[in-house]
């Protein structure tokens, strides 16, 4: 792909260990770039995409430790993974601290995961009606209890666990420093901030001096998310709060070449990867062959769908033809609309640094079980009912 270069300089950041400095088996990620579980995206596909780009972890995408319990065989198609996946890494959540050290255990043992990430940040109201995500954090007993039971479980096979958290439910009510603080007296190896609240959702900044404050409030390494399109935010974000790493979201949404020029960046040097139309053309063709590879042509191109809008955004593609990657059902059928391209049309560099993937508006009002901030005790929540969705988030 088409690239310009600076100059090399000094690493930027040291690679990131996940575990005690004493454990010689701790997990250690050379390059501290991790692109973020995404429902719906962060499948082995797309996994794999971006490992072949740099990414240096990549988290499988969230699944309900109920389903794994009930033993979903949804839930168990998500947890495919490549050879090529030396790291094993899922996000999961639940508010039932029984049914997550089972679902530790099942991960650990059936699945040979290598990581294990706990989702306290998910904004979706499915998720935090029944109490879970981004609204758990306020409950501090049953966090303390979650994350406790969850680390011991996964310290019996050698595996450690992070935490994804967000700022706080809402302006009002922020819960990341008592979350941090949690997380590490209960032996969490890293704490992932994604710096907005649960009412802003994917909306409005992201504030990176929560980042910063988490970063002085603890001794376990705090990694940022939030508004990072292009790996000049990632250096800055490192620069201005003083985070391990950083983990990619959205940014990367038809972009997986990003973690190339973010792995670059943390080695020292200034690259930007500016794909033409053709090299975006093979890259889209890559992509196919991996999820057809997954699911099979069916339902591997109908995945791929949603994908193609995003690798052409910005770019001089008719809507007759955009309309034709957005039903495309066969390779075949692929190969013929990637042959209507226009190879040497550059890059739009007016796409560069512009936010990407769902964005919206923030909500008025998070939804919650009822009673949920009139006390910081959880313990007493109605878990028969808390996850019986067993979809994802």
């Not at 005690?20 to 794999?48: F, K």
């Not at 490992?51 to 949804?74: F, H, N, P, W």
């Not at 996000?91 to 706990?118: K, M, R």
């Not at 057809?292 to 995945?303: A, N, P, Q, T």
Request: charge should be negative; hydrophobic fraction near 40%.
């Amino acid at each position: 792909m088409n690239d310009s270069a600076a100059t090399t300089g000094a690493h930027l950041l040291p690679p990131l260990r996940l575990g005690s400095p004493s454990n010689p088996d701790a997990l250690v990620i050379d390059t501290p770039v991790i692109l973020a579980p995404m429902a719906g995206v962060t499948n082995a596909a797309y996994r794999q995409l971006c490992r072949e780009q740099g990414a240096g972890l990549y988290v499988c995408e969230m699944i309900t430790a109920r389903g794994l319990v009930v033993g979903d065989s949804k839930t168990a198609e998500m947890l495919t993974f490549w050879p090529q996946e030396e790291v094993r890494s899922v996000q999961t959540y639940g508010v039932d601290p029984v049914s997550l050290e089972v679902a530790v255990g099942i991960l650990c043992e059936s699945f040979g995961v290598h990581h294990i990430d706990l989702n306290f940040g998910c904004p979706v109201p499915k998720v935090t009606r029944k109490g879970g995500g981004g609204v758990l954090p306020w409950k501090l007993d049953l966090v303390r209890e979650i994350l406790t039971t969850t680390v011991r479980t996964a310290d019996r096979y050698g595996v450690p666990v992070t935490v994804k958290t967000r700022i706080g439910i809402d302006d009002e009510h922020l819960t990341f420093l008592e979350m941090g603080r949690l997380a590490q007296d209960a032996g969490v190896a890293a704490v992932c901030l994604h710096a907005r609240t649960v009412a802003q959702a994917y909306s409005g900044r992201a504030d990176w001096d929560a980042i910063a404050e988490l970063v002085r409030a603890v001794d376990i390494p705090v990694l940022g998310n939030g508004d990072i399109w292009e790996a000049a935010d990632a250096v800055a974000m490192v620069e201005q709060t003083g985070c391990a790493g950083v983990e990619i979201g959205r940014g990367c949404l038809g972009r997986p070449w990003l973690f190339r020029d973010l792995a670059a960046a943390f080695a020292g040097e200034q690259v930007t990867t500016l794909p033409t139309l053709g090299e975006i053309g093979a890259m889209i063709r890559r992509h196919a062959e991996l999820l057809c590879r997954v699911w099979g042509e069916f339902h591997g191109m109908k995945d791929l769908r949603k994908h193609t809008a995003w690798y052409l955004k910005g770019f001089p593609v008719g809507g007759e033809l955009r309309q034709a990657f957005g039903l495309v059902s066969t390779l075949v059928e692929l190969d013929a609309l990637i042959a209507q391209l226009d190879p040497d049309v550059p890059y739009p560099i007016a796409e560069l640094g512009r936010p990407r993937g769902r964005q919206g508006s923030p909500r008025g009002k998070v939804t919650m079980p009822w009673g949920w901030l009139d006390d910081r005790c959880g313990l007493e929540l109605d878990l028969s009912e808390a996850e019986l969705d067993t979809s994802g988030g």
